[in-house]
Every structure is written in C-alpha cells, then in structure tokens.
C-alpha cells in the first residue's frame, strides 16, 4: 500500500465510492478502502444472480458504480477486506487487511465515509436464534437469496422495514405481519414527502407490494416480546404513545418463527470520535453525529465527511455529499476546477431534499420511548449480558456519566464495542435521569476499534504502536 497516497477514502458505499470517482476525474489518485468484498455499501450490496431469482426492487446503480471503479483501476486503488481500526487528529490511519496484518498511512486528506449503523429496541427474547437485524435479512437475501422459513413477522420504523418486507415476499417468504411503531403519515408529511416525488413512489411501491399479497401492517405498535423455548414462537404486539413507548392496550400474540428488527440507523461515529471531531445531536438526523462546514470538512483540519456519518440522510444525499467533499479535498490540493460544476449541482440537490428529509424523519425517525421501554430483566448489551435494571441500578448509584455506567455495568465492552447497544443505553440512561436525551453524552472510542493479532501492532512503527 502506498503510504503517501494523497488521499485515504474509508468506506466504498454510494458515498466514499462517488467522492473517488469524482477525485479521479479531477485527475487526483486515492486509496479507497472497505471491509467488504466489493463497493457498494450496505444498501448497494452486490447480489447474488446465480443464487436465484433477481431481488426485488434493487438499484441499478450499485452494479454502475461498481463498474466505474473498475474502469478508473488505474488512478482508484480499491482495497476490499481492509479495515480502518484507528484514525488520528494529524491523518495517520491503522488499517487492518485480512484481518492479519496492521499497516500505518498518513495522507494528505481523509473523507470518512462509514455510513450508519442500524439501531435496535431490546425486548424480552430479542437474543434468541432466529431473531435478526432488517439489515441482516437483507444482507442474506442479496448475497445468498436466503429466504427464512415461515412464519415471520418483522418490526420497526422507517423505509427499510417496508422495503425488507417487500422484497421477502416478493422472494416468496411468508410474512404473517409487519408491526409498523410509526402511524400513518400526516397530510402535511405527505406534502412533503412529494417534493421529492421519485422516492415516494419508491415507498408507495413498497407498501403496495405487501397490501397486494394481504400482508397486515399493525401501524403504532411495537413488537414487545419473543417467546419460545429456544427459537422464536410467538411475538407479543402492543400499542405504543408518541415517544414510542408500549403502553397498556389491546395485546396480539402472532406466531413467528423468524423475527426482523430495526428502527431504522443511526450515524457510525467511531471514527470521527476517535480522530476527535466534534459531534452535535440531532434527533431529526438520527442522533449523535459530527460536525462539518459547508465543504463537508470536519472540526479536524484536512479530515471530511460524506454520507450518513454526517447525520442520516439517505443514498440520495449521500452522493451528493461525496461529489462535494471531493471538489473540496480537489480544491485544497490545488486541483479542484473541473469539479466546480458538479459540486455546485450537488449542493442545489441537497438543498431539493431537505424537505423529504425533514418529513421523512418527523413520520418515522426513532423515539426514545421504543429503546428504554423494555423490562429491568430483559438484555440490553448482548455482548456482555448486561441488563436494563442493571444500567438503571448504576444511574441510581450515581454513575449519570456513559463512561462510568460502562465502567460499572460492561454495557459497551464487548466484541462489538457499543455498536448494537450504545443507543438503548443512553435512552435508559435519560429515562431515569429524567435529563433530555441530547443531554447524555457518547462513550469514548479508542484504537484499535476492532481486535487485531498483538503481532499485527507489533509491526507499526514503536512510536506508534506505543498509542
């Protein structure tokens, strides 16, 4: 690898994938680095054709981006399987390829394009076989058609648990029910939602498609428990408020061997926090996510943001978000002319959808009632066990910092560092505080992220490795 690559892109979705296409046409070389197999990120995952039937309602677009990358070999070094563990305030970066060894580079500039991690609600009996993220149902039926035996009821909020939905049944899943915490839109949603007419048609698509095959929708409710002796039988439905909260009413027990969850995604901020940008909560845009200007740079001079790192937008956005990081990583280079054009098209694109945006995630962006509902004996950290009386037992003691519930409980100690469950720790957290959510701060990242080989670190350079 290249260790004076003039620019390092981490992350090879719609974001990080256009910001190097759009560097190569200003004639500027990059490293473009991911963990997965191929570009695309989740949303563009490359598919499985020969697996079986074509999946339902994808985007072309993926299998274009893949092949421009391919064309443009020559000034893209695309390094699948490599996996940034540490990034740093002067640039440097800990890449871990294969999962073996540790390189250390120091470009001249960094456009972080990790994209966004889905949020999940602990309920009694959501650490069962059987029971997945919407995102890991969807990541099976691209990659293999997978297909889960009947029955199965998926729940959540947001686009992608219509769009999961859809396309299991279209691939001949039976789906007994989508349990749907959001109500229906308001007209003035509505309204909005039109502006941006191409995707609502894509949402009503989706709707229409689990209508037409008689699959119930159970709007503002929310999955409450998964019973079975060891896999999923049964999941209890409840009603829920306007924080999302279940609340006492009318009960449905539904049979389900199989159960999807995901209350739509979050934005992925171990990086940025570790290279210590600052970061700002937005409930509309999906809580905590960092700061950037206009030119999508960060606090952190020399480092840029694309994509749902930056707050939840969508693929929409995060394209034209990589077009304008990249014309500004060009024109700090002193080569940023010929982007100029496109970068301006992609800030008047922006600005088109901020009122989807908006309405999108007043209808169904995450509530704070749906992540600390759950009971004191259910499971928040699956890592470690750890559970909600546990975490309000530590609040109650004193500990109203997330670093020192973490200290006390292991919530955010495990192998996936907080990942799954770091969103319903600091809903409980405000709950029994009482304090608002934007209140209670993120846990400390720190490098590496993941766990490499001591061999791996002990190849960095000493000065380095000592960090």
């Not at 297909?147 to 648990?161: K, M, R, S, W």
């Not at 929708?217 to 999923?232: C, K, Q, T, Y």
């Not at 934007?438 to 590496?448: H, N, Y």
Request: aromatic residues 4%; negative net charge; charged residues 20%.
């Amino acid at each position: 690898m290249n260790a004076d690559a003039p620019v390092v892109i981490i992350g090879a979705g719609p974001a990080g994938a256009t910001a190097a296409l759009a560097l190569a046409e200003a004639g500027i070389s990059s490293v473009l680095l991911d963990d997965n197999g191929d570009a695309g990120g989740q949303v563009w995952r490359t598919g499985a054709a020969d697996q079986g039937p074509p999946l339902a309602y994808t985007d072309a677009r993926g299998d274009e981006l893949r092949r421009d990358l391919a064309r443009h070999g020559d000034i893209i070094d695309h390094r699948t399987g490599h996996e940034v563990v540490g990034l740093f305030p002067d640039l440097r970066l800990w890449v871990l390829a294969g999962g073996e060894t540790v390189t250390s580079l120091h470009p001249k500039a960094v456009i972080v394009a990790t994209g966004a991690l889905e949020v999940f609600a602990p309920v009694p009996g959501w650490t069962r076989p059987g029971v997945y993220g919407l995102g890991g149902l969807q990541a099976l039926m691209k990659t293999s058609r997978a297909v889960p035996d009947g029955p199965v009821v998926l729940g959540g909020a947001g686009p992608l648990l219509r769009l999961v939905a859809a396309q299991l049944a279209a691939l001949g899943a039976e789906i007994s029910a989508v349990v749907d915490a959001a109500p229906w839109p308001s007209p003035g949603q509505v309204w909005r939602l039109a502006s941006q007419p191409g995707l609502l048609a894509k949402g009503v698509a989706f709707e229409w498609g689990l209508l037409r095959r008689g699959i119930p929708i159970h709007r503002g409710s929310a999955i409450v428990e998964i019973a079975g002796d060891d896999e999923p039988d049964s999941v209890l439905v409840a009603p829920v408020d306007e924080t999302w909260k279940p609340v006492e009413g009318p009960r449905r027990r539904l049979a389900a061997r199989v159960v999807g969850l995901g209350y739509g995604v979050r934005s992925n901020v171990e990086l940025t926090r570790l290279a210590g940008c600052e970061h700002v909560f937005s409930a509309p845009r999906g809580g905590w996510h960092a700061t950037r200007d206009p030119n999508m740079e960060t606090t952190v001079e020399n480092l840029f943001l694309a994509g749902d790192g930056g707050g939840i937008g969508g693929v929409e956005v995060a394209l034209a978000e990589g077009v304008i990081a990249a014309s500004a990583v060009a024109q700090r280079l002193g080569r940023g002319d010929g982007l100029k054009t496109k970068a301006a098209k992609a800030r008047r694109r922006l600005v088109d959808l901020t009122r989807f945006q908006d309405a999108l995630a007043e209808w169904s962006g995450v509530r704070p009632g749906i992540l600390a509902g759950c009971t004191e004996d259910t499971i928040v950290c699956r890592c470690e066990d750890v559970k909600r009386g546990e975490i309000a037992a530590a609040v109650a003691a004193g500990y109203t910092d997330i670093g020192p519930v973490k200290m006390n409980t292991r919530a955010g100690m495990g192998l996936c560092q907080g990942r799954t469950c770091t969103p319903a720790v600091q809903a409980i957290m405000a709950s029994e505080t009482g304090t608002p959510l934007a209140e209670v701060g993120l846990p400390t990242s720190r490098a590496p992220l993941r766990p490499v080989p001591l061999e791996a670190l002990a190849q960095l350079p000493q000065d380095e490795a000592a960090e």
